[in-house]
């Protein structure tokens, strides 16, 4: 029941991670620290009343760089952080609101506490401000956001702390759990199906799907490694004043992509006609790359593809054609009419194993646990359906511990729920304006 609803939280368990300072610090140091400082008070988003900075907004962009350089997910993750920050702010208003405002001291301990503030275990008062002024950040602010993040986890340990399941919700959640199934799965796969495919249907699949068939872009790439950073420079000299540089290595894209840093391959995904030459510095070596050619992916011919859409095609007309089937399959077994179709006896079976297997959602589980009915489905399965006869269930006892266990896993996912309906109900009520023009969106 809770775990359904779980799958479908969005931004809480994001506003609760925020709370390690040195990651913090870390997203700081791998970031343009000088361009995120520089940037005016300017406001991407209005809540309330309170603004959220275009520099609290790039500064938490930093945290998703690299997928940034992926065009496709860049207004998504844009939006999300964007989202992220608005809900900060409307946590931290009701905090206040509420008087659940972290004091000086709780600031100061959590401070002192990180790694990045000490010297040999200790906290050192020096090594903390020169951590910040490297980041343009004075003690006062980096505080404050401290003291936010902070009262925020009160708030929600509030909400969340109002929690608790009934003796029913208990049983109910425990059934999967404690209740093991013995019975047949029938199987309706298309195997015995005789499906034509006409090349008139091949021919109109391949114009409307044109784009499923293209081959992936290449590139040759040349690549020099230094240690040193000076040696680095002259062979990108060179190669700018279009000289010949030996002691390369040529590797071929997408062939060897993943064998290739993460660094590496971004510098890489740079590189175009225009744009044919870069340097970046992988550990401890500076890589210098070159664009020798790149080919634009064409489109794979009827003739390569062709066996290709022919099974497409065989799959989506056996999936059409199968459903009726299992359904009248399921039909006779309601009515104990013999089948001709295989059958999987299993026995003892957990609900959750069966849950897996079938791919069932949890208001399908709890029907075949709660129902009198013996006969349920059909159920997609790989290839075809599968029609599950009930013959026995049987209750398994469960020890003190595994059932302690248990119920805190599912009291963890109702209070998440809660904290989840709690965070929506604000942000809907809240009055937000943003400026999306100001960051490009």
């Not at 971004?266 to 890589?287: A, F, M, P, S, T």
């Amino acid at each position: 029941m809770y775990s359904y609803i779980h799958k479908n939280k969005k931004f809480v368990v994001g506003v609760i991670g925020l709370v390690s300072i040195a990651f913090l610090l870390w997203l700081f140091l791998t970031g343009d620290v000088a361009n995120i400082f520089r940037i005016g008070q300017r406001c991407v988003a209005e809540v309330d009343g309170s603004c959220i900075t275009l520099r609290d907004y790039r500064r938490e962009l930093l945290r998703y760089g690299d997928f940034l350089q992926n065009k496709d997910m860049e207004n998504i993750i844009k939006d999300q952080v964007l989202e992220s920050l608005i809900v900060q702010e409307i946590l931290y208003k009701k905090a206040k609101e509420l008087g659940f405002v972290a004091s000086d001291q709780e600031v100061v301990e959590v401070i002192k506490s990180d790694p990045s503030f000490q010297e040999n275990g200790v906290f050192s008062n020096s090594k903390y401000k020169e951590s910040l002024s490297r980041l343009g950040l004075e003690p006062v602010e980096y505080e404050e956001y401290i003291r936010k993040l902070l009262s925020i986890q009160k708030l929600l340990a509030l909400v969340g702390n109002g929690a608790y399941l009934t003796p029913k919700e208990e049983d109910i959640n425990l059934l999967p759990q404690s209740i093991n199934i013995s019975g047949k799965l029938y199987l309706v796969t298309p195997d015995r199906l005789q499906i034509e495919i006409k090349q008139e249907e091949i021919l109109d699949f391949y114009a409307k799907n044109k784009e499923m068939f293209k081959k992936e872009s290449s590139k040759v790439v040349r690549i020099w490694k230094e240690k040193e950073k000076q040696k680095a420079s002259e062979i990108y000299q060179a190669l700018s004043n279009g000289k010949e540089v030996e002691n390369f290595q040529e590797i071929v894209l997408p062939q060897k992509r993943e064998e290739l840093p993460e660094e590496l391959r971004v510098e890489i995904d740079k590189l175009n006609q225009n744009n044919r030459l870069g340097i970046v510095k992988v550990g401890d070596e500076y890589v210098v790359i070159f664009l020798v050619k790149e080919e634009q992916g064409q489109y794979k011919s009827l003739e390569e593809v062709k066996e290709e859409i022919k099974n497409i095609l065989r799959e989506s007309k056996a999936s059409e054609q199968i459903k009726p089937i299992a359904e009248k399959v399921r039909e006779d077994l309601k009515q104990n009419r013999a089948v001709s179709y295989k059958y999987i006896e299993f026995s003892q079976t957990s609900a959750s194993q069966l849950m897996s297997v079938l791919r069932l959602e949890e208001n399908e589980l709890f029907n075949i646990l709660l129902s009198d009915e013996k006969v349920f489905g059909p159920y997609p399965l790989l290839k075809g359906y599968g029609i599950l006869v009930v013959e026995r269930k049987e209750q398994v006892s469960m020890d003190n511990q595994q059932r302690k266990s248990m119920l805190e896993d599912i009291y963890s996912l109702k209070r998440d729920t809660m904290i989840n309906y709690y965070v929506q109900k604000l942000r809907e009520r809240a009055k937000v304006k943003m400026n999306k023009e100001l960051i490009g969106g």
